[in-house]
């Protein structure tokens, strides 16, 4: 997919059109894959593809997204749509320009295309997780849009009213609904998700890691203690037993 406008100048246009022409020309050397294009303004006669966009507008993208197995996309709110739906989203990027939302899979350059397709059709949990974190950074899912948004023009409006009234210039306030966001450590993915090989982040009892942290600290004490008990005896009779095991290697290297 597209973002509603391709590029703001002429270069970014073109950049914009050549990241989709290596795009199609890997797809079409992997006619496995079934594709679905769904490009803006006149992209699509340009790469020779059958364009699926009908419109901007209603539920054709809403419904369209729950149908694929992974979205490629250019910056846009596509990509914050197929997070919802939980598709893997990769980002079609030639710009490698600041984002205002991050993904799991960045396309950059030709050579990120075959890597990336495979992952986004078989996605690692932990990239998944990294995903649905970045979605809930960026957005709120908890409620409804739709009442913030009417509560917020009705918020606009009365204190429109109430600075006329008083005779005062315009100013609203920031957040003028406050803030609903999760907190920043409510955000970060499941450890158990990131890391899916390691036994210690999949246990979620807190009295046995307690027990095993109160194990792990005293066997690093032990080993503190014996370590500071090691004076330059120790280290002198070290190096003796090594030097005595390489004369002796020798010797039975000669003696062969």
Known sequence: MTAKKPGFTQHQTRLTLRSLSDLNEYFRSHTEIEVVWRLTKDLSSQLEVENQLKSLAGNELADLLPQVDGVITTPSTAMVEGMIVDRPVACLDYHNAPRFVPTA?????????????AEILSPPPAKMAFQRACLQDCLSCASPASPRVAELIVKMAAAAHDTRRQGHRLHLPAAMLGSNFPAAEECLAPLAEV????????????QSLQVRLARAENENLRLAL???????????????????????????????
């Open 105 to 117: 899979w960045t396309i950059s350059a030709p050579s990120h295309i075959a890597s990336v397709v």
């Open 226 to 256: 014996h370590q500071s008990q090691r004076g330059i005896g120790y280290w002198i009779q070290l190096a003796g037993r090594e030097t005595a095991r390489r004369l002796k290697t020798r010797q039975l290297g000669h003696q062969q």
């Open 195 to 206: 890391y899916p090989g390691s036994k210690v982040f999949q246990e979620n009892d807190i």
